[in-house]
C-alpha cells in the first residue's frame, strides 16, 4: 500500500533525476529487513511532510488572499496553539517513537550462526566468514549472504575510518580503527547489490566499493565450502606460464592464493579472484583484459592504490597472469 | 610658420622638458645597442680576453647568485674516504678532461677556452664546500660548465666536493696514483674485444681479486647477469639516475653490455672491509625476510632471493651505504623511471630511515648467496 502511493507520487512528480538512484546501489529498492524500514520510515515521513507542507502553504496564502473572516480565523488563537504548538509536539514524539519501534533501536541483536569479519582497508576491503563449526574463510571485495538468514557484521579498519554501506540492505555504519562495530544484514531476496566506502577515507575513496551476493541458503552454503577451498590448479600452458610469473615476480609477499606458495595478507585474498564480480574492490569489471590492465596499470586506475604498478611485464605475460588469475574461480 | 606652431603649443614646464630630454636619450641609446648588436662589432672571439669592467661584473653576478643559491645547502662530513675515492675516479672519468690533472700543465687546447677551467685545486679558497656543491651539481651558464648528468642526485655531487677539498688539503698525489689506474688503451675500445670497457668497471667496482673501492660503490660480484644488463641498460638510456654512471656507461654497445654482464655474474665474493652501519640487523632482517603488514612492506626476499634472484638485484653482501642511497633514492620518489624502480618506490616510501638503515645492515652482513645456473 504504501509503495503504491510511494510509486504514485514518485511519477506525479516527475521526478526524472531520481530514476538514476534505482537499481543495484538503490535505498529505493531495497532487499533487505533494515532497508525496507528504512524505506518506509523515508516514504512516510516524506509523504507527512509534503501533505505539512501543503496545508502550511494554503494557510498562508490563505492568510495573504483571504477574506476578513477567513483571515480572522486563521489569526485565531487557538489555530495557532492547536497546529503551532500542539501539533508538532504530538507527530514528532509519535514520530520518534515509531521510529524506535520500526528501527528497534537499542535492541540486542544475537550473534548469527555464521559470522562475517570485515576490515576496511586502503582501498579494499578484507573479509573473513567464520561458521558455527569456527572454520574461518579469508576473501576480499564480495559479500555473500544467504537469504532469510540475519548475518552479523564485524566492522573494523587498521588505519583510516571507512564507512560500510549497501543502500539496498541497510543503513551505513563506520568502520572506525580500534573498534568493531556491528551491523546485522537480512537479505529478503536473492540478487546482487553493490556497496559502497561512505565515509571519505583517501585519495581511492571513490573507487572502494564491492558487490554483494544474496544467496538461497543452499547455495550459499555451496558458496562458502568452494570458497573454504583451495585454489584450482591452472589449466593450460598460458596459465601454468602466468601461476609461474605469479611465484617468480614475488607476488605472493602480498597476496594469498591458498594452496600455493603465496601466503601474503598485505592485499586481497585471491584464491578464487577469478569468481568475483569485480576487480580492485569493483574498480574494474572482472573480466582477463582488465586483470592484466590492473598490473600495469593500477597506479592510474586506482591512484594512491597500495599496490606497485608492474609495467616490467610484456604483453605476453600480462596475458598469461591474467589467464592464470582468471582460471582462480 | 613654425613660429606660429609654437605660439599655438602650451609652454612645457620644467618636468616635462625633463622628460623630452629623458625620452630622446634613451632612443639614442636603443638606437646605438641595436647597431651596436646587429653591426657585428662585438668581437666574440675566445681568444680575446673580456674587458677588465666585463670580467669585474661577470664574477660579482657569478659569485652573488651562487652565494644566495646556497644557504640551505648543509654538507655531509667530507673526510669520508668513501666519497673521497667515488669522487677522485669520476673526476677522472668526467671533468679531468676539461679541469686537467691536478698539479701538470692544463691541456693546451682547453686552456683556450673563456673562460678556461680552473684547476681544482685551490677551489676551496674561493668557494665554501656548499657553494662547490651547488655549482657542480648545477653548473655555470656561459662557462661551459655542465649541470650534474643526473637529476636529484646530490648523494653522488657531494662525492666530486669531498674530492676537492681532500685535493685542496693533501696535494694532487693520490690522485695521481687513481688516474693512472686506467691504461689509455681501454679508451681506444678494440684491445679487449667486448670487455674492452671493463678496465675502466674495475677500478670503482673491484672484480674477481679486489672489492669495491668505495662502500658507496655496489660490489657486482655474483648479481644475475640479467640485472647486470639491465642495470647498464638503464644507466646509458638515463633511465636510472645516476651522474656517474651515465657517464661510465655512455656509449656501450649492446654486446659490451653483455659482456661486462656476464662477467661480472661470474665472480666470486669478494669482500673489502666496510663501515659499520647503524642500522639493527636483527629487526632488518625481519623486514627482509618476512615484510610487515601493518606497514604494507613486503619482504624484500619475495623478489630479492629464490626464483627473483634472476632478474633482480641480489642483496647479500653489498654494502649498507649503498643500499640506504638506493632505498633513500626511491624514498625521495627518485629513481622510479624504469619498470622496476615503479615498484620499489611506493615499497621504500613505507619505510622509515631508522628501517631502511636495518634492512641495510642486514644485508651487508650476509654472504653473497652462489648459486649455479643463473
Request: aromatic content about 6%.
Amino acid at each position: 500500500m504504501m509503495h503504491r502511493l510511494a510509486r504514485l507520487l514518485w511519477l506525479a512528480s516527475g521526478a526524472l533525476a531520481l530514476t538514476a538512484c534505482a537499481g543495484e546501489q538503490s535505498a529505493f529498492t531495497p532487499k533487505g529487513i533494515e532497508a525496507e524500514r528504512i524505506d518506509t520510515l523515508f516514504w512516510v515521513m516524506t509523504i507527512a511532510g509534503g501533505v505539512i507542507f501543503a496545508v502550511v502553504a494554503g494557510l498562508t496564502l490563505a492568510a495573504m488572499l483571504g477574506g476578513p473572516r477567513l483571515r480572522a480565523k486563521i489569526a485565531s488563537e487557538k489555530l495557532v496553539i492547536g497546529a503551532g504548538i500542539l501539533f508538532p509536539v504530538v507527530s514528532l514524539t509519535a514520530l520518534l517513537f515509531w521510529g524506535f519501534m520500526l528501527m528497534r533501536a537499542g535492541e540486542a541483536t544475537e550473534p548469527s550462526a555464521i559470522r562475517v569479519s570485515i576490515s576496511g582497508e586502503r582501498w579494499w576491503w578484507r573479509v573473513t566468514y567464520e561458521d558455527e563449526a569456527g572454520r574461518t574463510v579469508d576473501t576480499a571485495n564480495e559479500l555473500h549472504l544467504p537469504v532469510g538468514q540475519p548475518v552479523t557484521l564485524t566492522l573494523t579498519s587498521p588505519d583510516v575510518i571507512h564507512s560500510f554501506w549497501v543502500p539496498q540492505l541497510a543503513g551505513k555504519l563506520d568502520m572506525i580503527p580500534g573498534r568493531e562495530n556491528i551491523l546485522t544484514l537480512t537479505a529478503t531476496q536473492p540478487g546482487i547489490s553493490r556497496g559502497q566506502c561512505a565515509e571519505y577515507c583517501g585519495g581511492a575513496h571513490a573507487l572502494m566499493s564491492f558487490y554483494v551476493v544474496a544467496q538461497e541458503p543452499d547455495e550459499f552454503r555451496r558458496w562458502l565450502d568452494a570458497e573454504a577451498g583451495a585454489a584450482r590448479p591452472p589449466e593450460g600452458a598460458e596459465a601454468l606460464e602466468g601461476q609461474r610469473l605469479f611465484a617468480a615476480h614475488g607476488c605472493g609477499a602480498c597476496h594469498a592464493v591458498r594452496g600455493t606458495e603465496a601466503l601474503g595478507t598485505i592485499g586481497p585474498d585471491l584464491t578464487h579472484v577469478g569468481s568475483r564480480h569485480s576487480l580492485a574492490a569493483a574498480a574494474l569489471p572482472n573480466r582477463t583484459e582488465d586483470f592484466a590492465r590492473w598490473i600495469r596499470d593500477s597506479d592510474h586506475i586506482k591512484p594512491e592504490n597500495l599496490m606497485p604498478p608492474y609495467r616490467i611485464f610484456s604483453e605476453e605475460e600480462l596475458a598469461a597472469l591474467a589467464a592464470y588469475l582468471e582460471g582462480l574461480r | 610658420m613654425i613660429d606660429r606652431l609654437s605660439e599655438k603649443l602650451p609652454p612645457l614646464s620644467r618636468l616635462q622638458r625633463l622628460g623630452v630630454s629623458l625620452a630622446i636619450v634613451v632612443g639614442v641609446l636603443v638606437i646605438a645597442g641595436g647597431v651596436f648588436v646587429l653591426s657585428g662589432t662585438y668581437n666574440i672571439a675566445a681568444g680575446r680576453d673580456h674587458l677588465s669592467v666585463t670580467t669585474w661584473l661577470l664574477e660579482v653576478v657569478r659569485d652573488r647568485s651562487i652565494a644566495a643559491r646556497t644557504s640551505n645547502i648543509k654538507a655531509p662530513p667530507l673526510d669520508d674516504p668513501d666519497l673521497i675515492e667515488l669522487g677522485a675516479r669520476h673526476y677522472r672519468d668526467a671533468c679531468s678532461f676539461c679541469h686537467g690533472t691536478p698539479g701538470t700543465p692544463k691541456n693546451p687546447v682547453v686552456a683556450q677556452m673563456l673562460p678556461a677551467p680552473p684547476d681544482l685545486t685551490l677551489s676551496p679558497e674561493r668557494y665554501t664546500p656548499e657553494e662547490l656543491y651547488w655549482i657542480i651539481e648545477n653548473g655555470l651558464k656561459y662557462t661551459g660548465m655542465p649541470a650534474w648528468s643526473a637529476e636529484h642526485r646530490g648523494d653522488e655531487v657531494w662525492s666530486a666536493v669531498a674530492f676537492i677539498m681532500d685535493l685542496h688539503r693533501n696535494g694532487p698525489a693520490r690522485y695521481a696514483a687513481i688516474a693512472a689506474e686506467v691504461p689509455p688503451a681501454s679508451m681506444e675500445g678494440e684491445e679487449g674485444g667486448d670487455l674492452a670497457p671493463l678496465a675502466e668497471c674495475v677500478t670503482c667496482h673491484g672484480d674477481g681479486k679486489r672489492p669495491p673501492v668505495s662502500d658507496l660503490v655496489p660490489s657486482l660480484n655474483g648479481q644475475s647477469r640479467s640485472y647486470l644488463a639491465r642495470a647498464l641498460d638503464e644507466y646509458r638510456g638515463l633511465v636510472r639516475p645516476s651522474g656517474v654512471m651515465a657517464v661510465a656507461a655512455d656509449g656501450l654497445s649492446d654486446a659490451q653490455v653483455e659482456a661486462l654482464a656476464s662477467y661480472y655474474a661470474g665472480l666470486p665474493d669478494v669482500r673489502g672491509s666496510m663501515s659499520p652501519v647503524e642500522g639493527d640487523a636483527a629487526k632488518g632482517r625481519e623486514i627482509a625476510l618476512s615484510g610487515f603488514r601493518d606497514g604494507n612492506v613486503p619482504a624484500c626476499a619475495a623478489c630479492h632471493a629464490g626464483a627473483g634472484r634472476a632478474a633482480n638485484a641480489s642483496l647479500e653482501g653489498l654494502s649498507a651505504s649503498y643500499i640506504t642511497g638506493q632505498l633513500n633514492l626511491w624514498r625521495n620518489g627518485e629513481r622510479a623511471d624504469s619498470g622496476h624502480g615503479a615498484i620499489m618506490m611506493p615499497i621504500a616510501k613505507r619505510l622509515t630511515e631508522q628501517q631502511i638503515k636495518d634492512v641495510a645492515a642486514y644485508y651487508q652482513a650476509e654472504a653473497v648467496a652462489q648459486e649455479e645456473a643463473r
